[in-house]
């Protein structure tokens, strides 16, 4: 039988004021699961052991050998709160895990340390939509390189395409699946101009702690034991559709058929260990870390087509062959997770606000994945329920189902984005869109996308318009921030038309941007990176402070 192999090196999850969680994963579910740690890693932290519930590979798994049809993929992820540790002094771990058959593997030596004192200078790496892009490794192996030692991470979404498909996550054999980007074991190889050259991301995770929030691609849609991954990450369906056809009690086997039959996070949140707020669990919640109050929120809805031909299941139609068969519409961009000022979120995040734990941070950062302003493709439609309209002939017969969306009833600018500005919120910051882009309110609220980190899918400004449609009750923004809102140029070095005139966003499919926050000045700094000269420097060419 081969050596043991660990599938990830160990990362650190919810630090607190003397303890630190380490977690990882293996293909075995092993005996006995530990971390040594202390100055001469004499202390020993037993780790409690779980099985992944939905991983899962198939026919389009990036594999050496591909699964040939939907296979169960057993991991099992391994914890240990490691407890005792002093205030700001990072301190020696390592794991250990012993197979059924006593043979163990242990991992390299790390560093780990409690949650940071206020005032402590740190840097924290702010970061969102790899989703195994082919930038993501030279991304990340130049924010450290960069900025190195990185004290956090802030991920605002979309850490892999499908998140029931373990190699995502693991070991896909494009050599730039999500864990080893941001452990330094990537091995993804570039092309471009004819040179090639090999990316292996950087060593964050093992040393520094990462928040997450929930994007449209950690929800898994409709769950089936027999189609394949993309279609059922694609299958998402209303709560109130799937509940509708269930018709029965609420007892608990009907809330697991309800939520298979419509989407979930389940692995995403089996993953990692967060913060958590009694209403929302790990989907939402806020934690301290230094002077730094985060407040995450659940902020994303299904991603649809915008394209209005006949047999699109898209943003603002349901395809022809469908209109009489509701159990295979899409329902439009549908919001997963209400945010809106009569929903539990809403609730939550005004206590949130007005708690002595917010109130007192030096810092007020908000994280959410979907933008309330942006010049890229998904921040049109409104961020708002979809409204059906059916449209009938004389005789009664379907001849359309559109959606709109009133750009009025976008809840996180006309419900979220007020509540922020009251509260004295600095930092709000998100992706989605794939670009770097900026803004700031009237009243001093920084708006940051800084999510072009594998690949663009544009900014829409000038002459490069969205696929809207012009013939519907809802107006849509073609070009520009929908909300009206004009972007920040960059401060130092921004890049430049063909016009040779500046340009306040970066959309590029060779040029990578990443953003750090350092919190001995305040101030937020992005760089960029141009992969066509792999030899080049890294340019800072933005930065701003947030001011108390």
């Not at 794991?95 to 790390?110: C, I, N, P, Y």
């Not at 967060?274 to 002077?291: M, V």
């Not at 000045?521 to 402070?545: C, L, N």
């Amino acid at each position: 039988m081969a050596s043991p192999q660990l599938l990830t090196d160990p990362f650190l999850q919810l630090p607190t004021e003397s303890s630190v969680r380490v977690v990882w994963f293996t293909e075995f579910a092993g005996v006995r699961h530990t971390v040594a740690y202390g100055p001469d890693l004499k202390q020993t932290a037993v780790a409690t052991t779980m099985r992944l519930s939905r991983t899962r590979e198939d026919a389009d798994s990036k594999l050496p050998t591909p699964a040939p049809k939907l296979i169960d993929r057993p991991i099992w992820r391994h914890e240990a709160d490691v407890t005792g540790l002093p205030r700001d002094r990072r301190l020696p771990y390592r794991v250990t895990s012993v197979r059924e058959d006593r043979a163990s593997v242990s991992s390299a030596t790390f560093s780990l340390a409690a949650a940071p004192s206020p005032g402590k200078p740190l840097k924290i790496l702010l970061t969102s939509d790899h989703q195994l892009k082919p930038l993501a490794a030279a991304n990340i192996q130049k924010a450290v390189e960069t900025i190195a030692p990185i004290d956090a991470v802030l991920f605002a979404g979309d850490l892999v395409n499908v998140p029931d498909r373990a190699s995502e996550w693991f070991d896909c054999c494009s050599g730039g699946a999500f864990f080893p980007v941001l452990q330094g074991r990537a091995s993804y190889e570039l092309e471009k101009n004819g040179v090639k050259t090999r990316y292996r991301g950087g060593a964050v995770l093992q040393h520094a702690p990462m928040y997450t929030a929930i994007g449209n691609h950690e929800v898994m849609g409709r769950f089936s034991s027999k189609t394949g991954l993309n279609a059922q990450f694609s299958d998402a369906f209303p709560r109130h559709a799937a509940a509708a056809q269930h018709r029965r009690s609420s007892d608990a086997k009907s809330i697991d058929w309800i939520k298979n039959n419509s989407f979930n996070t389940d692995t995403y949140e089996e993953i990692f260990s967060l913060p958590q707020s009694p209403q929302g669990g790990k989907r939402y919640y806020a934690t301290t870390f230094g002077d730094m109050r985060l407040v995450v929120l659940y902020a994303t809805n299904i991603w649809r087509v915008p394209s209005l031909g006949a047999d699109s299941r898209g943003k603002y139609r349901e395809r022809e062959q469908d209109f009489n068969k509701p159990e295979n519409w899409g329902w439009g961009q549908f919001i997963f997770e209400a945010i809106d000022r009569h929903s539990a979120q809403y609730a939550w995040l005004k206590q949130e606000l007005n708690s002595p734990e917010f109130k007192r941070a030096r810092y007020k950062v908000v994280m959410l994945h979907h933008p309330p302003h942006s010049l890229g493709e998904n921040s049109v439609p409104a961020y708002a329920d979809p409204v059906q309209v059916i449209d009938r002939d004389p005789s009664g017969k379907i001849t359309a189902i559109r959606y709109e969306y009133p750009r009025q009833a976008d809840v996180l600018i006309r419900d979220v984005v007020p509540l922020l500005e009251s509260a004295g919120v600095q930092l709000v910051f998100y992706g989605h869109s794939h670009l770097w882009n900026r803004f700031v309110s009237p009243s001093g609220m920084h708006f940051l996308e800084t999510s072009n980190v594998g690949n663009s899918y544009g900014a829409y400004v000038r002459d490069t318009q969205r696929n809207v449609p012009t013939n519907y009750k809802e107006t849509y923004a073609a070009t520009g921030d929908p909300h009206g809102a004009e972007p920040v140029m960059p401060t130092i070095a921004p890049l430049r038309d063909a016009n040779n005139q500046p340009m306040p966003y970066i959309a590029n499919n060779d040029i990578t941007v990443f953003s750090v926050f350092d919190t001995a000045t305040g101030t937020i700094s992005s760089y960029r990176f141009d992969t066509r000269s792999p030899r080049s420097a890294v340019v800072k060419f933005d930065e701003f402070t947030l001011k108390r």
